[in-house]
Each structure stands twice: as C-alpha cells, then as structure tokens.
C-alpha cells in the first residue's frame, strides 16, 4: 500500500473534487431549470394549458414510453421526430402563414426572399421573448401565436389516436394504432410538447440564448449555435491533445517491469472451485439468454424502420410495437451485461479470500430468482404500460417510467436497487477475508470492492427522480445511472477483476497491476465523473455545463491514447505459455474490447462530444453508432469474455468448445462492424447534411427517415444483423454444451452414447 500511496490520495482527490463540482453543477440546474408556469393564456385571459396539464402531460409520455417514441431536447429513439424541433418548426411555418396572410394577404411560400426575411424577424421577435412572469406564474402569449397552439395540439391529440387521417404518419413513425385512448391524455401530452419546445426557443432572462442554448437547429427562429459552442469546442480539443501528450509523455518515462516466467502448468486448474462459485454458472447462462434475445429484438426493432408497424407483413406492432420493442432491447443491454458483471463478482471473491461464508450458495441462489423476477416483471410492466389500460400512476409505479434506460417500473426499480444490495453483501462477506491480509495485490482487491460498493449504490440515484420531477432535473440524475453507474463504476470494476485474474495466472506481476489499475482509474475518474456533463448541453441546463462538459469529457478519450498497448499486452499474455491456449478466446475478448474501445468511444464518443459537433447531431444515428459500439464492443465483449474466465475453470475439457468460441468471436465483431459501417454510419452523415440543410427537424422527418437512399441503408444493415445474430447463436451453444458439465455422472455418460 505504501507504493502506492501518493496515487491513492490522488483518486480520492479526484472523487471528492469531481463529485463536488457535479453536486455544485447539479444545484444549478435547480435553479435555471426552464420554469413551468401556472398557467399559459392568451392575451385575452383564454386558459390554453395549466401547469397540471403539462405535469400531467409528462406523465402520459411517460406511460407509452416516452424516450421510446420519438426524443425530447434530443433524447430517445430515432425513428419517429423529436417532438421539441417538430412542434417548433411547425408553429415556426403556422405563424409565418398568419403573418403573410395579414400582412400581404398571400401565402408565406408565395412572398419574394426579402419579405420572407422581413416576417421571420417579425416571428423571432415574439417566439424568442419571455413573457413568462415569475411573481404570477403566467405565460401570457399573443391571440396569433394562441391560435397556432391550439391546432397544433389539435393536430398531435389526432396523431397519437386511431385518427384515420394519420394512418401514414404513425407508420412511418412507427407509432401503434391508438397510442392513446384518452382525449384528455393526448390533450395533455400537447401541453407538455409545447411546454418543453417554448424552453427551447424562449431566451433565458437577460440572455439572448434559449433554455437549452438554442437546441434544435431552425433557422426560421434563429435558433442556432452561439460563439461558447464553438469556443469551449476548441478548448476542449486543446485539451484532449495536451492530455494525450502528457499521458504517453508519463507512460514512456515509466519504468516498465519484465513480465514473470509464466508457470509450466495452469494455476486455475488447481483452483479450488467453491459450491457458490459453481452455483454462479446459471448466472451466465441467464446473460447470454438474455443477450440473445436482445439481439432478437433488435433485428425487430431495427426492421420497423422500413415497415412501422409490420415484421414482414405480419402485423407485429399489435402486439409487440415499436415502443415496446426498444424499450426491452435497450433495457436488455443493461441487464444481460450486468448480469454477467455481477455473476463476476460473486465468482472471483471467493476465489480472492479462499473463503466461503455460510449461506453463500443459498444467497446466490436467491440472488439469481430475484434477478429473474425483476427482468421478468419489469418486462411485462412496461408491455402493458404500452397498451394504456393502467392509470397514470399504476403505470408509474409498475409499468413505464418513460426515460432511456430507467424504463422499468418504480417497484421494479426498488427491487433491482435491493438485489444490489444484497449482491454486494454477499461480496463483500467473501472478500473481506481478501482485504483483512496485507498481501502484494491488496490495492487492486481494494479497488475491486470500492467499485463493488459503487456499483450496489450509484444506481440508487434513480430514484432521486419522482412522479413529476422537473424534466431538466431528471435528465441530471437519469445520466447519473446511465453513464457513473453503466459507464463508470461497472468499468473501474472490470479493470480490477482483468488484472487480478492475471495476476493470478501470473502473467503479470502484483506491483504492476496494482500501479497500473490505480493510475488507470484515476485517470479515467478525471475526465468520467464531470464528464457525464456532456450529455446535458442542451437538457435545459445552464451554459456553465456546456465548459465543464465539454472540457472534461474530453479527457475521457485521453486514456484510450494507450488503448493500442493495452491491446498489443493482452494478444502478448495470450500467447505467454503453451497452457495460455485454454484462454486465447477469453483473451480474445479483451482484445476486441480495447478495439471498440478505441473505435467505439474513442472515435466515434468524440464525434459527439464536442458542443459544437453535439449541436447538430443529436439524437441522429451518429449517435446510435456510438452507442451500438460503444455499448456492445466494449461492456458487451468485457462481459463475454469475463464470463468465459470465470466458466474455464468450472468445467471439464471435454466441455470445452475452442471452435464454437472462435465462430462467435469471429462473427459478432464482423456483424458489429457490418452494422456499424454499412448502416448506421452513412445514414448519419445523410441526416447530418439535412440538418445543415434545413434544420434538425428535416434530418427526422419522414423524408429523410424514408428516403429511398436511407431506407436502402437500413435494409443494407441486415447482414450485418444475420452475421451478428449468428455470434449470439454460437455463444449460447457454447454455453449450453458447457452446462453438460454440470449434470449428474449418469446423465453425462447417458448425453455422451447418444452423441
């Protein structure tokens, strides 16, 4: 410990410090979130929506979805508008008309250049100024624009009904006939859609930049980009650079330790494989059954761009709709990866302390029926959610909370939070042993539980978002889960449980890791924990968050300048010892980890980290081929090849499957690829040019989102898909052979004759 006590002191520095500044950001946001008024009237006193209206009309979003249907300030599903820059550019043309008609009695299309500019600036005098007033509650609005929001509302009440008029448009919005069966709910929803767009058209008091910093890109409104974006841009390239330099600048100063003669047998072999260690096993099987049927879903998904509300001519979205389909695939992502972590954890602690508490199986076991439970359950919540027969608040509590990754129900929130809980309980007691001997891996076993304790804790911030939380405020703490608790405190975990395993197999000495792990988190915990501002630019915050996101999430990338190396280490131990090719697909694994790693969240984390570049890609598939390869590249490939670590020593040989292992390496990179650079990625830079064409609106719209050229590349992320697929196919099979290990003598002997 002593070596490593100035880097220690480090990351609690960092912790206290960039914890401090997110908590101090976070007050901020309380208070310059947008306001929601008492009550929006005309200026002749006419009531057009109530602040009970628009908190309720949240919770109607919430109930069918939400992030799940379309996006708000930019977040949620791709396929249907976001809801902000639809209502805002079709208020933007509503007015225009009115304005032309009283003006020069034509149509606003008909108006020469000049004259067109002339009533846009009439228009951007009224939608931009604030004429809410703090001391009443009230938003008064002009009897013109008034007269605009209610037939927009007329219009989104017949969208999200059974309204034949919309028939199309739900389509091609993937929208299920009769989304809402409440006049009143879909009346509502209209209050909240306005609400959340007049926050990001409505200057700030005393600015001349809106609540979410003029987000989404329309010109008619001149809503665009102000000179901090591009400024704190820079600075944080600048940055990003500089913190390159300085880091390759301390690794090749370091004095690198030869790596230890491996041993001539497999230390794992000889491992000691406790009754809770073997009862772990369901646990992986459990992850990647759930895995693919994640896959499952997203092939669905994904084809509900072309057909919105058919599988191939089947009427699906009747019974399983657009909503319903992303909700579990999204959702699945968290739960099989972290089912696989989890399983980890309670594998590799007993291992550490070679030590059994009593109970320990029993407590697995229980872990494991709870787990089943919540995905289960919440699954079903969220289906029934969408077919709007609970009340609001049933939904809430037991259905769909409506946020991107939070999706599940309240009560199904709570139990997952306890199972937790009761996970790391039951770590903490086998690990203890570990921790209480002050051997030469201590540090990294200490890192190992600290992230534990994280991981059990950090996804409890969930619930500091209620019922009617303020949206820019949920926003806050909904990022807290997704990227310090999934991003975060999960991946500080993993780098502990690789280098004890390798050290372990004494690959790598117990000095290097644990300087190596230590110096890698806080590297990592510099940039990642203020880092998670940069999600928030445009999520009604104020503009502070644009220089600490953008400055800091820049370093996140600083620690993939190694990523290289870290590779080239990991293919090297590999090949260490001629016993090292029981664990050459394992390591594999991590191999492909760092890949996606760099390419993933490196690359493509930093197309949209920039304010500037975030700006005008929000919310377009740019940002899918970050998550897709970000997500699965990295925790999904660590979460694979965790999961074969800790199975090679639980098995026999015989059970084995190299060939199965090498098709599934092979063909889920392939098909993550294919997915990547044939689809997602050229249907992105296609919206980018729209935006910049016209608006963020027209990048959403039906006539790009349709277009032949990107219905094309949908059709062309297929193979990809099928290639993909089949990884997921290999890996369950390799699975399901292996659990033969697990059955009794006769059985296997009985499996074996047939064979």
């Known amino acids: 410990m002593k070596s490593t006590k100035r880097i220690w002191q480090a990351l609690f520095a960092v912790f206290i410090c960039s914890f401090g500044v997110l908590l101090y950001l976070g007050s901020e946001i309380y208070q310059k979130a947008p306001p929601i008024p008492e009550v929006i009237q005309s200026e002749s006193g006419k009531v057009i929506f109530t602040k009970e209206d628009i908190e309720q009309g949240q919770l109607v979003w919430r109930s069918m979805g939400g992030h799940q249907n379309g996006s708000i300030w930019g977040h949620g599903s791709l396929l249907a ?235 699906l979205a009747e019974i399983l709709p657009y909503a319903v389909t992303r909700t579990w695939h999204t959702q699945l992502a968290v739960f099989w990866i972290a089912t696989a972590w989890l399983g980890t954890g309670l594998f590799i602690a007993p291992a550490l302390s070679n030590h059994e508490p009593k109970w320990q199986k029993l407590g697995v076991n229980v872990l494991w029926v709870a787990l089943l439970v919540v995905v289960l359950g919440s699954m079903f919540g969220e289906w029934y959610a969408a077919q709007q027969i609970w009340d609001l608040d049933t939904s809430y509590w037991f259905g769909h909370q409506g946020y991107e990754f939070v999706d599940l129900g309240r009560i199904w929130q709570i139990l997952l939070l306890a199972g937790l809980m009761i996970w790391l309980a039951l770590v903490t007691r086998a690990i203890l042993p570990a921790l209480s001997h002050n051997h030469e891996h201590r540090p990294v076993v200490m890192v190992l539980f600290l992230s534990s304790i994280a991981i059990g804790l950090f996804y409890g911030v969930g619930l500091m978002m209620g019922k009617h939380t303020h949206l820019a405020i949920a926003e806050y703490w909904r990022w807290w889960v997704v990227h310090l608790w999934v991003e975060g405190f999960f991946e500080t975990f993993a780098a502990a449980v690789v280098s004890l395993l390798f050290v372990r197999l004494g690959l790598i000495r117990a000095k290097s890791a644990n300087t190596t792990v230590l110096f890698t988190t806080v590297i990592f915990l510099t940039g990642g924990i203020i880092g998670t501002l940069h999600h928030l630019y445009f999520g009604g915050t104020p503009t502070s968050i644009i220089a600490w ?160 050229a990107v219905e094309s590349l949908v059709w062309w992320r297929l193979p990809g898909d099928v290639v993909f697929a089949a990884g997921g196919g290999f890996i369950i099979l390799f699975m399901l052979n292996a659990l033969r290990s697990f059955l009794p003598q006769k059985t296997q002997t009985k499996l074996a004759l047939d064979r």
């Open 549 to 708: 996101g953008a400055s800091f999430s820049a370093l996140e990338v600083v620690p993939l300048a190694l990523i290289g190396f870290e590779a080239y280490e990991s293919y090297k131990l590999g090949h260490a010892s001629p016993w090292m090719v029981r664990y050459k697909w394992a390591i594999m694994f991590f191999v492909a980890c760092s890949f996606w790693n760099l390419v993933g969240a490196g690359v493509f984390g930093f197309l949209i980290n920039p304010p500037i570049s975030l700006y005008y890609i929000q919310g377009l598939n740019i940002t899918a081929l970050h998550a897709h390869t970000a997500f699965m590249g990295v925790y999904g490939m660590l979460g694979i090849g965790l999961i074969l670590f800790c199975v090679r020593p639980m098995i026999g040989e015989q059970y084995w499957n190299d060939r199965l292992l090498k098709y599934a390496f092979w063909t889920l990179n392939l098909g993550l690829a294919m997915m990547a650079f044939m689809s997602l990625l050229p249907v992105g830079v296609i919206q980018f040019n729209a935006v910049m064409e016209q608006g963020y609106w027209y990048a959403r719209s039906p006539e790009i989102i349709h277009s032949a």
């Open 81 to 315: 508008p976001d809801w902000n820059a639809d209502w805002l550019h079709r208020e933007a043309l509503a007015s225009l008309e009115l304005l032309a008609n009283a003006s020069y009695g034509e149509s606003y299309d008909s108006l020469t250049m000049p004259e067109q500019k002339y009533l846009q600036a009439q228009l951007q005098q009224e939608i931009r100024s604030n004429s809410y007033n703090p001391a009443t509650g009230e938003l008064t609005v002009s009897e013109d624009r008034a007269q605009v929001i209610l037939s927009l509302s007329r219009y989104y009440q017949g969208l999200f009904s059974a309204d034949p008029e919309f028939t199309h448009l739900r389509e091609q919005y993937a929208l299920k006939e009769g989304v809402l069966k409440d006049d009143q709910r879909a009346y509502r929803l209209s209050a909240f859609f306005f609400w959340s767009t007049w926050a990001t058209v409505t200057e700030r008091p005393r600015k001349d930049i809106s609540y979410t910093s003029n987000w989404p890109y329309e010109p008619l409104v001149a809503n665009e980009p102000g000179g901090d974006l591009l400024g704190w841009s820079m600075f944080s390239i600048i940055l990003m650079i500089a913190g390159i330099g300085a880091l390759v600048w301390h690794h090749a100063s370091l004095k690198h330790e030869e790596l230890p003669t491996p041993s001539k047998t497999d230390p794992l072999l000889s491992l000691d494989i406790k009754p809770s260690q073997r009862a772990v096993f369901k646990y992986f099987l459990t992850a990647i059954a759930l895995f693919l049927l994640q896959i499952t879903l997203g092939g669905i998904t994904a084809h509900y761009a072309v057909e919105g509300q058919e599988f191939y001519g089947y009427p």
